[in-house]
């Protein structure tokens, strides 16, 4: 057997930057984590996005528009429908009127 093939095992103290700490068993003294169990948004369920130069509010304010178009797209859809078999329900009274 190999001597000295495992690496130092230490009770790491892990600190995160929402001010969370908490220790795990791992080869490192100590680490510094950005995200934690209490601070990840899958988490916690809240949206927090890391905005550069506005992209994610033109992305939304995009997305906003495209869904409104397509809203009043379906509605109108809808309607031409409705009035389209209105008529036909009138020719086939009239068929059937003359047809008496
Ligand atoms: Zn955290």
């Known amino acids: ?18 001010g969370n700490a908490f220790e795990i068993g ?13 601070c990840h948004p899958f ?4 949206q927090k996005l890391v905005d550069t130069a ?7 304010q995009r997305l906003s528009k495209v869904s409104k178009k397509t809203e009043k797209a379906r509605v109108s859809d809808k309607t031409e429908k409705v009035e389209s078999n209105q008529e036909r329900l009138k020719e086939l009274k009239k068929k ?5």
């Open 26 to 38: 791992a080869t490192v003294e100590s680490m510094r984590i950005e995200l934690c169990g209490n």
């Open 96 to 100: 059937l009127i003359t047809q008496q």
């Open 43 to 46: 988490y916690t369920g809240d």
């Open 1 to 18: 057997m190999k001597k000295e093939l495992h690496p130092p095992y230490y009770l790491a103290k892990v600190t995160c930057s929402c």
């Open 54 to 60: 506005g992209r994610v509010e033109k992305f939304q």
